[in-house]
């Protein structure tokens, strides 16, 4: 199946610290990719959808001067969660969409928490 | 709104012992209805991709069905490797191209 890499794989942080989360397309290029939350026992939730050289896409509910995604090239997204607070810990997974089978494959996720 | 209900919750099996995963799905039109595993700690693995009723898909001990209204995950004579959390989402034809999943099942296979 398709590749994806997320860095880093697990980070703690100080309460009203910034954090970046990097998504990476290892083989074919992402016009779209996707960032979801998981929180313990539940399902994904989707944040945000990333769209290469436009602004990203968010869910109703997700603030996006909190949640930044910035999608500067078609491998890489980033997620930055500023000022991050406990409730903020959480398991963030990205995701790329493949267009031709409308198939989204999964990074392998990052544990963030913040103390 | 598209919703996604999986059952049971959770399933314990063992080791040999087959049995079905179940996906209920009401949404405007479907585009796609996918299945992924997920292991703790881990991104969901990408299993299979049905389009349309009466399609069927298989790999190695796990072949997935589909109708108009559900879909079903089959598991043969599992083995304890096969332990799991199984995800559906489906995408639906018109708007976004987003997923929407369902809780999940977490499979249990006891040797």
Not at chain 1, 24 to 47: G, I, N, V
Not at chain 1, 79 to 105: G, M, N, W
Not at chain 2, 62 to 85: G, R
């Amino acid at each position: 199946g398709a590749v994806v890499s997320q860095h880093p794989s697990r980070v703690i942080c100080k309460s009203g610290t910034s954090v970046k989360i990097e998504c990476r397309s290892l083989d074919f290029q992402a016009t779209t990719m996707f960032w979801y939350r998981q929180f313990p026992k539940q399902s994904l939730m989707l944040m945000a959808t990333s769209n290469e050289g436009s602004k990203a896409t968010y869910e109703q509910g997700v603030e996006k001067d909190k949640f930044l995604i910035n999608h500067a090239s078609l491998t890489l997204s980033t997620l930055t969660v500023t000022s991050a607070h406990p409730e903020d810990s959480s398991f963030y997974i990205c995701s790329k969409r493949d267009s031709l089978t409308d198939t989204q494959y999964f990074g392998p996720g990052t544990r963030l928490t913040v103390l | 709104e598209d919703q996604v209900t999986q059952s049971p919750e959770a399933l314990r099996l063992q080791e040999g012992e087959s049995s079905s995963l179940n996906c209920s799905y009401t949404v405007s039109g479907l585009r796609g209805l996918f299945w992924y595993r997920q292991d703790p700690g881990k991104g969901p693995e990408f299993l299979f991709t049905l389009y349309s009723a009466g399609e069927e898909k298989e790999k190695e001990r796990l072949k997935a069905t589909l109708t108009k209204k559900e879909s079903f995950l089959h598991i043969t004579a599992p083995k304890p490797e096969d332990s799991a959390t199984y995800l559906c989402a489906v995408q639906a034809a018109q708007g976004a191209q987003k997923l929407v999943f369902g809780q999940g099942t977490r499979l249990t296979i006891n040797p």
